[in-house]
């Protein structure tokens, strides 16, 4: 049987636990689901939803201007490489949020600083996916290229990037994700906007099926975006494995 | 800065429930990681509900334990585990599912039992893996706890930082911050070291 | 005849109802004692039939049967040669070669002793302790066919044991072959595409056709090996077994 219908034994299981009233915070499935409905048509939703995927996207756009093509320079120039490399490292594993009270101290309370919180939390991944991307090239093609005579722009925009592909998308997923948290998180700790309210509002007035229900949203969110992703990732694999 | 006792106080604090948590999670899930990579049915069950897990935001969710288990230790244990869980399992998973084929088969061919397959080649194979996995649930770990402290009720670092903040001097915050990162990025880099050690 | 294999057929269902008949309906006997070599070009089902005489692949249709009995796995009277190697990467050579014995429980003393007998007829010998990534890929199959050895199987079962060597290296690797196979009784089924390796080496040549494989012919080379290996290459017997060959198999690339 497919792995996905797991799921539906999943949300059985959390219908009769809730049902059973397990725990104080564990609503039944079903009562989730109409939670669901009830709050996605609303106006309150519907802002916050702008504000959060406002905020999601900026960060985004950024981390993919400025991490793709960071990425090609670290991979392509040496000292660039040696230079940053350590940097990107060490904060593609760090605990970016630890960076947020700076930035609400740099950068102020509000919106900008939750941009600037998913632009941090994604670009790393991005540029590091690009570098290894861009360095594991397949160098025989690179050569072809040149004894065909091609240009440095036509190396980059014909071949190499292209011959990197699968390994920058494969960055770019992960950045998504981290992208979302990054939203999460900074709409939590800086300015409590958009989802990032809700989720406040929800759990202090312990409005739990409401509260779910935004979870599964912004999980199902997450989950469409990194899917998505991987599905033009896999449009690319094709030629990955005869690389 | 901060040489005087409450940077070291601080990490004191915060590394109990960080250790805790990993280590609670590394057993655990390393266990459930094998059991998924073993056993279809436990694959079937649990693949789906690990990849979500892995793509979710579970930040959302740190503050509800709050009302679950009040402003202890607890809760940020439980916030580390719930963060270094999924690819700890995740990395165990794919450790056993990995095994080469043809490994498979030669210990067929001399006539193996299942058990000598998973003992003597299917673990031995999955151990890289696994301690990748271990290395990235730490850093998960990090995050983890350090949202909790910035979230839950400020202890240990990231109390220091918000009382930093609060009172606006802002080079010693900077610098329990920078502390952070610098703790988070040796340690793991000297796991990684361990790791190509341990497995060339 | 010490295997014989009767009316063996074996399909592969690609899960879309396509199916592949990779062998159809194929008999084959191989005396005692001898190197019985299976050769063809790709996709004509020589592995997947070695493989279902190993017991590795369940078959279709048929039967194999082995000093007379029919088995439907592995067993301790055949023992295989991987094409890989197959080798555990993070045991020593003295471990892998014991690896047989080891699973059959004999104690630890015992076998490292009867692996270091193979693993000095293999020439290894002072390998020991090596790791497979320390060794060229010809002592790696070096220790692959050691193994194999070391477990006093009737049957050594080969697939393409030298196609991922050099050139070089895989000429000393047969004619070593043949001097090991002088001093144990062993029997050798063997898989291989190429056409020199077969004529040089074997008893008997089963000439396989692909799609669905089916045996088209048997050869029996004529050549004498008690001779040096350069002179056997230079036989007019060894010469035309392998134009005969070509022959026949150069219908079906």
Redesign the interface.
């Known amino acids: ?1 497919k ?2 219908f ?2 539906i ?2 949300a059985v299981l959390w219908e009769i636990a809730g049902r059973l009233k397990l ?3 564990v609503p039944p499935f079903s009562a989730v689901i109409e939670a669901m409905f009830e709050i996605a048509p609303t106006e309150k939703f519907g802002k916050a939803a702008i504000i959060t995927l406002r905020s999601f996207g900026l960060g985004m756009l950024f981390a993919l201007l400025i991490g793709i093509p960071l990425g090609i320079v670290m991979a392509r120039v040496r000292g660039v490489g040696r230079l940053l490399g350590m940097w990107v490292n ?2 593609v ?10 930035l ?2 740099v950068v102020g309370i509000g919106e900008t600083t939750v941009v600037v919180t998913v632009f941090l939390f994604a670009v790393f991944v991005i540029t590091l996916d690009t570098q290894v991307g861009i360095t594991h090239a397949d160098r025989s093609l690179v050569e072809m290229g040149r004894s065909f005579g091609a240009t440095r722009s036509q190396l980059y925009s014909k071949i190499l990037v292209w011959s990197a592909l699968p390994e920058i998308l494969a960055g770019v997923r992960l950045g998504a ?1 981290r992208g ?2 990054g ?3 900074g709409q ?2 800086v300015a409590i906007i958009g ?1 990032g309210e809700l ?2 509002v929800y ?1 202090n007035n ?1 409005l739990m099926e409401e ?1 779910w229900a ?2 599964v949203i ?2 199902l969110f ?2 469409a975006i ?1 899917e998505a992703i991987a599905a033009l990732e896999r449009r690319v694999e094709y030629y990955a494995a005869s690389r | 800065m901060l040489r005087d006792g409450s940077l070291g106080k601080a990490y004191l604090i915060t590394a109990q429930p960080l250790l805790l948590g990993v280590a609670l999670c590394g057993v655990a899930g390393i266990a459930f990681g094998i059991g998924m990579g073993l056993s279809r049915t436990v ?7 690990i990849i ?1 897990l ?8 740190i ?2 334990l709050t ?2 288990y009040g402003i202890g230790l607890t809760s940020k244990v439980l916030a580390v585990i719930m963060l270094a869980a999924p690819v700890i399992v995740m990395n165990s998973y794919k450790g056993i599912r990995n095994t080469p084929p043809s490994l498979l088969q030669m210990c067929r061919s001399f006539q193996g039992t299942r058990a000598q397959e998973v003992l003597k080649i299917v673990l031995p194979h999955a151990a890289a893996l696994i301690f990748t996995g271990l290395r ?1 649930g730490l ?1 998960m770990g ?2 983890g ?3 909790a402290e ?2 839950i009720t400020p202890t240990g ?1 990231g109390d220091l ?2 009382y930093h ?1 609060s009172t606006a001097d ?1 080079s010693k ?2 610098a329990t ?1 920078a502390s ?2 610098a703790v ?2 040796i340690s ?1 880099h000297l796991l990684q070291l361990l790791e190509r050690r341990l497995f060339p | 005849m010490i295997v014989e294999v009767r009316n063996v057929s074996k399909t592969y269902d690609n899960g879309r109802g396509e199916e592949t008949h990779a062998l159809r309906d194929v008999n084959l006997t191989f005396p005692k004692g001898q190197l019985s070599t299976l050769l063809g070009p790709s996709g004509c089902g020589k592995t997947t039939l070695l493989k279902i005489i190993a017991g590795l692949i369940p078959r279709n249709a048929g039967e194999v049967l082995v000093k007379g009995k029919p088995v439907d796995g592995p067993g301790p009277e055949r023992a295989f040669v991987f094409q890989d190697f197959a080798l555990l990467p993070w045991a020593t050579v003295l471990r892998n070669v014991a690896f047989g014995l080891e699973l059959r429980g004999m104690p630890r003393p015992e076998r490292e002793q009867v692996a270091r007998k193979y693993i000095a007829e293999v020439g290894l010998k002072g390998f020991e302790q090596r790791y497979p990534a320390q060794l060229s890929g010809g002592m790696r199959q070096r220790v692959g066919l050691a193994r194999a050895l070391a477990v006093d199987a009737d049957i050594i079962l080969m697939d393409e044991p030298f196609s991922s060597v050099d050139e070089q290296t895989r000429r000393k690797f047969q004619e070593d072959l043949l001097d090991l196979l002088r001093h144990h009784q062993k029997t050798v089924i063997f898989v291989t595409h190429s056409i020199e390796e077969a004529a040089y080496l074997s008893d008997q040549i089963a000439l396989l056709s692909p799609r669905p494989g089916r045996v088209s012919k048997i050869v029996r080379p004529n050549v004498d090996h008690s001779r040096s290996p350069d002179e056997i290459r230079r036989d007019q017997g060894y010469l035309d077994t392998v134009d005969e060959i070509w022959g026949m198999l150069r219908q079906y690339v």
Do not use: D, R
Not at chain 1, 93 to 102: G, K, N, Q
């Open positions: 049987m792995m996905v797991s799921l034994v999943w725990s104080t915070i060490i904060f594993s760090a605990p970016i949020s630890a960076l947020v009270p700076i609400m101290a994700i979302v948290k939203v999460v998180i939590l700790l989802v989720f406040e759990s312990f509260f935004l979870v912004v999980f997450a989950f990194s | 694959e079937w069950l649990s693949l789906p509900v979500i892995q793509a979710a935001p579970m930040a959302a969710i503050p509800l009302y679950m990235l850093a990090f995050i706890i350090v949202i910035l979230l670092i930082i918000s903040s802002y915050m900077f911050i952070v990162v988070a990025a793991l």
